[in-house]
């Protein structure tokens, strides 16, 4: 089994009548070096300005990017590429990021490769600590700066400082 943590941007709250900008996934192992970045036009006429301010790309330069079929195969692609067995969906914020990205793969794939579950990191780190209000972004080596890959990278630092420091029993492989 490989983790593969996932951060994604959008331009608003939920997937099909909103648009995930783009999304940045890293296999996550000792050097971090595996990873997706992908950038997609929108799939609606609606957008939430302030939510597409994050992601720091104007409504414009997201109407050129790339067609989302393309990236969510290029995606799958990816990962039966890099993952080891049944790869595992990690993100900080599962309840969003899993949204898109299982929406998005079976809209224009029709399956997703992650199957039907994901796992969050924030349930993880509270799990170790026994605190349901542990907080972990500390722990993060690589800055959150709203680039996908950037804070998917940092996410998974944290995982790995939790295998490595606290005894969470994990295999990357």
């Known amino acids: ?14 997937p099909g009548d909103f648009s995930m900008v783009c999304f940045g996934a890293v296999l996550v192992n000792e050097e971090l070096d595996t990873t997706f970045y992908g950038k997609l036009k929108p799939v609606s006429e609606k957008f939430n300005p302030d939510a597409l301010a994050v992601s720091g790309f104007s409504r414009e330069e997201t ?4 067609d989302p079929k393309k990236v969510m195969l290029e995606f799958e692609e990816w990962i039966e590429k890099h993952s080891k067995g049944r790869p595992i969906f990690i993100s900080d914020n599962n309840g969003f990021d899993w ?4 929406w998005y793969f079976h809209h224009f794939t029709g399956k997703n490769p992650f199957g039907y579950s994901s796992r969050r990191l924030s349930d993880l780190y ?3 600590e026994k605190d349901t209000f542990a907080q972990w ?11 996908p890959v950037d804070d ?6 944290v995982l790995l400082y ?12």
Do not use: W
């Not at 109407?63 to 790339?66: G, K």
């Not at 949204?99 to 299982?102: G, S």
């Not at 972004?137 to 680039?147: P, S």
């Not at 939790?162 to 492989?173: P, Y």
């Open 99 to 102: 949204m898109f990205i299982c």
């Open 1 to 14: 089994m490989s983790y593969i943590m996932v951060d994604i941007e959008s331009d608003g709250p939920i």
């Open 126 to 128: 509270c799990g170790l």
């Open 63 to 66: 109407m050129q990017f790339d």
């Open 162 to 173: 939790m295998k490595k420091e606290m005894g969470l029993k994990i295999s990357f492989k």
């Open 152 to 157: 998917a990278r940092g996410n998974a630092e």
């Open 137 to 147: 972004k500390h722990l993060r080596k690589t800055e959150h700066t709203h680039n």
